[in-house]
């Protein structure tokens, strides 16, 4: 098991000029490591589709590297995108899976049969194009840079530990940070996409 | 003979309706009433056709291809529009973008009563999500896709174009 913001921090060094995007729990600590705010984006509002938004920007911008943190939860609601990103076949796209075997949100629920998941072998036999599995650190921080250097679409899951949030929901720290709709607009000023 | 050809839906139409729009993407799932509209789509070098595995897809695929600056069209029957609701909700409607859903009105008939629930519960649905919607039955209705595509370009919310007439306008 790595801690969420350990992932991120063996990331970042070879980020480049990749667009970011996240999901879940562990998602939020991305905004802590990132030095390029303006390529992150912010995607999520039903949970599951995350996946499939990132997968779009990935389709629509095949020159730049796209790069989603997801999560397992959020993968199970939505799990038959994992074909449909094998299919259209990405090259840019680099799908990281944040699995802490449980809804951390809602009080550390596990997911269905959490301890027992292949999700790389899942993505695998899905079609992506290549797929690995990390319960260490030092694997992870060794094997970062060749990953981001592969064709995509290239699945990632990582076991991290959880940090299950068990306050009422009035009483839980709010995320803060830029809203949806904020990072949309300043990404597409970085990148130079006109609205509409 | 030839009034009954006269009144029926080319897919033909739908493309010229698309390239007119400046459609980039079609994500789609296809059924068996718009075959011949899949096939047609995959002949247009200026069209990428994504197909996905659920209809929830569609919205949130839509909405990552507008960040990117395209301009994506869904294509869907009404019985998985309404399993994309949250979808739709959260991803489109709160995204606030022009989103096209040309959505397959299984189960409609001029007559009115209809024994297929999905067809009962579409413009209800419609309604509850506060989604404006145009009627497509025939080539002469054509017009209506371009007024849809101009309603969501104006008011950057999904408006949908409901096909009456898949059962014998995409069989060939």
Not at chain 2, 138 to 165: H, M, N, Q, W, Y
Request: charged residues 20%.
């Amino acid at each position: 098991m790595i801690e969420g913001l350990e992932v991120f921090k063996a990331f970042q060094p070879h980020r480049g000029d990749a667009i970011v995007t996240h999901s879940g729990t562990a998602g939020r600590h991305w905004p802590e490591v990132s030095t390029n705010p303006n390529r992150d984006l912010r995607l999520e509002s039903s949970m599951g589709q995350t996946t499939s938004a990132a997968f779009g920007v990935a389709l629509g911008l095949p020159e730049e590297k796209v790069v989603l943190f997801d999560s397992e939860g959020a993968l199970l609601m939505n799990l038959g995108v994992i074909a449909s990103i094998a299919g259209k076949a990405p090259k840019n796209f680099y799908h990281f899976l944040l699995d802490n075997e449980m809804y951390a949100t809602t009080g550390g629920q596990p997911v269905p049969n959490a301890k027992n998941i292949d999700y790389a072998g899942m993505a695998k036999s899905a079609g992506y194009a290549s797929t690995y599995s990390f319960t260490d650190l030092e694997e992870l921080v060794t094997s970062m840079e060749s990953i981001m250097d592969e064709d995509g679409p290239v699945f990632i899951s990582i076991k991290i530990n959880p940090e299950v949030q068990n306050l009422p929901m009035a009483l839980r720290k709010r995320g803060g940070g830029r809203s949806r709709p904020e990072t949309i607009k300043d990404f597409q000023k970085e990148l130079g996409i006109a609205a509409h | 003979m030839v009034q009954q050809q006269a009144e029926i839906l080319r897919p033909e139409t739908l493309i010229e309706e698309f390239k007119k729009n400046g459609v980039t993407h079609v994500i789609t799932i296809p059924d068996s009433e718009t075959n011949y509209l899949y096939e047609l789509m995959l002949e247009q070098d200026w069209l990428d056709v994504v197909p996905v595995s659920r209809e929830g897809e569609a919205p949130s695929t839509a909405l990552g291809l507008n960040v990117a600056g395209k301009v994506p069209v869904c294509l869907i029957q009404n019985t998985g529009m309404m399993e994309a609701g949250d979808s739709i909700r959260g991803m489109a409607l709160d995204a606030g973008f022009p989103l096209l859903m040309v959505i397959g009105y299984r189960g409609w008939t001029r007559r009115g009563a209809t024994p297929d629930t999905v067809a009962k519960y579409t413009e209800p649905f419609l309604h509850a999500f506060g989604i404006e919607y145009f009627l497509v039955e025939t080539d002469s209705d054509g017009a209506r896709i371009s007024e849809a595509f101009d309603l969501t370009r104006s008011s950057k919310r999904p408006v949908v174009v409901l096909i009456g007439d898949e059962y014998h306008g995409f069989n060939r």
